[in-house]
Antibody, heavy 125, light 107 residues
């Protein structure tokens, strides 16, 4: 059974870099799948941040692309998110998730399952 | 970006009711449409992928359908554990986008 767990600071200062790690258990990320990050401002909806493949290839949301870096550490079975130059608008619950695909669909249909429990990151001085 | 608009935004219903939530895409998204359920303080949980494929373990009272650019999530007979927020999500074009959510409350 695949499980994901986010970790990282709960408080980040404005203009600094938010760094989160997602630890995966029950599956070796070096085998395959994309892995994704999604965020949810408190009381609001979901925003996709981006996906990363075990090779390091990424698909990123253009609205965040200039500030986002993702990377994979297969030796630790983890993948990570860095979001630079944060502001209060980046305050959110950050979720990591496995990305599943129906490759027979054109284009492939991608969905998120399972999700980590989420971690709240607050941007404040 | 593909806009996903859910209706209604909130809904009150009773145990045993049949309810339908609609998600409309701003452009064609083929069958690249998925549904999630989120309970307070929890991560979203996948219910349906590819319009109508039920995720393993999800009760069969949940079903998904489509009509053009409109997609539906139907719960045939509401159970107490179904009161939650429901989100649709498209993956036809990047960026992946979600609907704004439909809050389903107990009447």
């Amino acid at each position: 059974q695949v499980q994901l767990q986010e970790s990282g600071p709960g408080l980040v200062r404005p203009s600094e870099t938010l760094s989160l790690t997602c630890s995966v258990s029950g599956y070796s990320i070096s085998v395959g799948y994309f892995w994704g990050w999604i965020r949810q401002p408190p009381g609001k909806g979901l925003q996709w941040i981006g996906n990363i493949y075990h090779s390091g290839r990424t698909n990123l949301n253009p609205s965040l692309k200039s500030r986002v870096t993702m990377y994979v550490d297969t030796s630790k079975n983890q993948f990570s998110l860095n979001l630079s130059s944060v502001t209060a608008a980046d305050t959110a619950i950050y979720y990591c998730a496995r990305v599943l695909s129906d490759i027979e669909a054109r284009p492939p249909n991608n969905w998120f399952d399972p999700w980590g429990q989420g971690t709240l990151v607050t941007v404040s001085a | 970006d593909v806009q996903m608009t859910q209706s209604p935004s909130s809904l009150s219903a009773s145990v045993g009711d049949r309810v339908t939530i609609t998600c409309r895409a701003s452009q064609r998204i083929s069958r690249n449409l998925n549904w999630y359920q989120q309970k307070p303080g929890k991560a979203p949980k996948l219910l349906i992928y590819g319009v109508s494929s039920l995720e393993s373990g999800v009760p069969p009272r949940f079903s998904g359908g489509e009509s053009g650019t409109d997609f539906t999530l139907t719960i045939s007979s509401l159970q107490p554990e179904d009161f939650a927020i429901y989100y649709c999500q498209q993956s036809y074009s990047s960026p992946i986008t979600f609907g704004q959510g439909t809050r389903l409350d107990i009447k």
